[in-house]
């Protein structure tokens, strides 16, 4: 399990840093922080891109996506 | 997929609207631009002594009080700011030299090739090289930093300043300057600019469209969201040329690359000077449209990123860096260089040595 927390950043980061997570964590699973609903969207596009299942809750004003690989997707 | 419907109808919409400004009064081939109706009202308020394009234009007002006013009643207003501030009025102000260089934003871009005007794809293909090399430095860890929350007046401060250059522009105090002649002397009534403006800025808040970040997303991420909205303006901006009646014997425009209403016909600087657009542009993350709408939106980095267009503005036709119709300006091609040198010290030293997680 990673966390990151990608608070305070702009277009396009979140989608950028999500992505490099994924890159050096495969198979693992994710949860992003962000604060806005434009910044969940796109990683949430790219991610289902990639057969990730994604999970949003909305935590406090924030957004917290729950990232699941394809690979774990299959033994649940 | 609602949103994706949402996203193409904002860029139809938007494409039938900017085609239809020039029928309504705007310049031919200048239906809607960011950068030159920045610049035009940077002339209007004498930050530079370019007769010809001195004009408060309303459709900027609008842009950010739609995006104001949007985002508040959505409850999107988030006041905050404190990313690199000078890195992002700097990259601003380059963003407009490239662009005054090519004559038009990368909105105009595309209005321009909806309008046959071909001196838009040697741009169009510099607006992607510039892109692509944007993608390079994100991916090796550029970023500008965090942003943190401010108190809520400081993201009222830019749309206060909009509701400001807004009186200028009905009141019209001795000291605002108005073309006589030029292109800033061509416009179409204050009301119809504020309307139009408003609505962009409403349109584009909440789908987010960009004319840079189309292409960004669709290199970066395979992602056709906001391109799906870039191709739909272009479109609608194509076949409302046609159906006005734009085209043909008794219309405006014709296809081709010499004789294009307020262009320059030089492959070379058209392509360079889009290149620092599309670079400048990735790195600060956003179009100037886009800027501007994030600066209604309380993002005061963003304003301080409009308040570099201006400052670019005014230095690229104070110093004789902007092209016109007879050819490149003095410096224009060195300023060109300058920024793009600019931007790849900028894309390699503002890297993250170690990536998140």
Request: hydrophobic share 50%.
């Amino acid at each position: 399990m990673v966390e990151i927390d990608l608070r305070g950043y702009e277009c396009p980061t979140p989608v950028v840093k999500t992505m490099k997570a994924i890159e050096k964590n495969p198979g693992t699973v994710i949860t992003v922080l962000v604060e806005k609903e434009s910044s969940c969207d796109d990683i949430s596009r790219m991610t289902q891109k990639k057969k990730y299942s994604v999970k949003v809750e909305k935590v406090s004003g924030d957004y917290r996506l729950t990232l699941t690989p394809p690979i774990l997707i299959e033994y649940h | 997929m609602k949103k994706r419907i949402f996203i193409i109808g904002a860029g139809l919409v938007f494409g039938v609207l900017a085609a239809l400004m020039v029928n309504w009064g705007n310049p031919p081939n200048m239906g809607i631009c960011a950068a030159c109706f920045i610049r035009d009202t940077t002339g209007a308020l004498g930050l530079h002594s370019a007769t010809p394009v001195q004009y408060i234009r309303p459709e900027i007002i609008g842009f950010v009080l739609g995006a104001f006013i949007t985002a508040l009643s959505f409850r999107e207003f988030r006041s905050r700011g404190g990313s690199s501030p000078i890195v992002r009025f700097l990259l601003g102000a380059f963003v407009m030299v490239g662009a005054l260089v090519f004559m038009g934003c990368p909105i105009r871009m595309l209005l321009r090739l909806a309008g046959g005007d071909l001196n838009g794809l040697p741009a169009l293909g510099g607006l992607i090289v510039g892109v692509l090399v944007g993608i390079f430095f994100l991916r090796q860890g550029f970023n500008l930093g965090r942003s943190v929350r401010f108190p809520a007046l400081a993201g009222w401060l830019m749309p206060l300043f909009m509701v400001g250059l807004l009186l200028l522009a009905v009141f019209q105090p001795g000291f605002i300057k108005n073309s006589e002649q030029g292109p800033g002397s061509v416009f179409v009534p204050l009301a119809v600019a504020l309307a139009v403006g408003l609505v962009v800025g409403f349109l584009v808040q909440r789908t987010r469209l960009c004319f840079v970040g189309g292409w960004r997303d669709l290199f970066l991420i395979r992602d056709t969201y906001l391109f799906s909205g870039l191709a739909a303006f272009f479109v609608a901006a194509l076949v409302t040329n046609y159906i006005a009646g734009n085209f043909g014997a008794s219309g405006i425009y014709h296809w081709g690359f010499d004789n294009q209403p307020f262009a320059l016909n030089d492959h070379l600087w058209n392509f360079l000077g889009m290149a620092l657009v599309g670079l400048a542009v990735t790195l600060v993350g956003g179009c100037p449209l886009r800027q501007l709408v994030l600066s209604g939106e309380g993002d005061t980095d963003a304003s301080v990123t409009v308040i570099g267009l201006f400052a670019g503005a005014a230095v690229a036709h104070n110093f004789s860096l902007n092209s016109s119709s007879a050819g490149t300006g003095t410096w224009g091609p060195v300023s060109v260089i300058i920024g793009l040198v600019f931007c790849l010290v900028i894309g390699f030293f503002m890297r993250e040595k170690a990536a998140t997680a």
